[in-house]
């Protein structure tokens, strides 16, 4: 079975402060992808990685930065959190060739910031 | 720009009746579709995958279809329980253009399925 791990569930952080959210996949996808997901917007694509070091922005990436040093981990970084960054961050990866392609997502950070 | 609608937004059938969730999407040209289910508070379950070859995706009593020319997809549900009560979404993917875009998903805002006994 895939997993998609992700390394918080819930978390509080102050304004201004530098977060981090980690996410490890354990089936050697190349790709992933971080979402945040907000009620009634549901969900969008910050950033993703389709290779170790490689990063495309998404829809919302303003705000975030991210890091991919091995293939198997992809960091989102909030530099420095402010309030309308309060969401629920997800995880996903997906491996690429043919049949392939299916998107596995992580359970899921709640960040709350303050 | 590709865009996804899910129809209806909110759905609430008593248990044991058969039902279907509507997907539609505005660009055909896709490499696969994929119904996600997502209890409150978590992650998404990926319950089926449709890649654009193929017309339909068995698993248990979840059923998908795709259409790709028309731009449809539906999720039949057979013999509803209260465990299915969730939201529903559904996300295609487009066809590599030889661009990075490949494996980004667009995602519908889902249907909230809630299935009383």
């Known amino acids: 079975d895939v997993k998609v791990t992700q390394s918080s569930r819930y978390l509080v952080k102050r304004t201004g402060e530098k977060v981090f959210l980690e996410c490890v996949q354990d089936m050697d996808h190349e790709n992933m992808f971080w979402y945040r997901q907000d009620p009634g917007l549901g969900l969008r694509l910050i950033y993703f990685?389709?290779?170790?070091?490689?990063?495309e922005k998404g829809d919302i990436p303003e705000g975030y930065s991210v890091s991919r040093e091995k293939k198997e981990r992809f960091s989102l970084i909030l530099e420095s959190a402010s309030t309308n960054q309060t969401s629920m961050y997800l995880c996903?990866?997906?491996?690429?060739?043919?049949?392939?392609?299916?998107?596995?997502f992580g359970p899921g950070t709640r960040l709350t910031v303050t | 720009k590709q865009e996804v609608t899910q129809i209806p937004a909110a759905l609430s059938v008593p248990e044991g009746e058969n039902l279907v969730l509507n997907c539609s999407f505005t660009d055909s040209a896709i490499y696969n579709l994929q119904w996600f289910r997502q209890d409150p508070g978590k992650g998404l379950t990926s319950l089926l995958l449709?890649?654009?070859?193929?017309r339909e995706q068995t698993s248990g009593r979840l059923n998908a279809s795709l259409d790709k020319s028309s731009g449809r997809s539906t999720l039949y549900i057979a013999a509803s329980q209260p465990g299915d009560s969730a939201t529903y979404l559904c996300a295609v993917r487009p066809a590599n253009a030889g661009g990075t875009s490949y494996g980004k998903l667009t995602f519908g805002q889902g249907t909230i399925l809630t299935v009383h006994p």
């Open positions: 449709i890649q654009s070859s193929q």
């Open positions: 996903a990866s997906s491996g690429t060739g043919k049949g392939k392609g299916e998107q596995y």
């Open positions: 990685s389709y290779d170790v070091k490689m990063k």
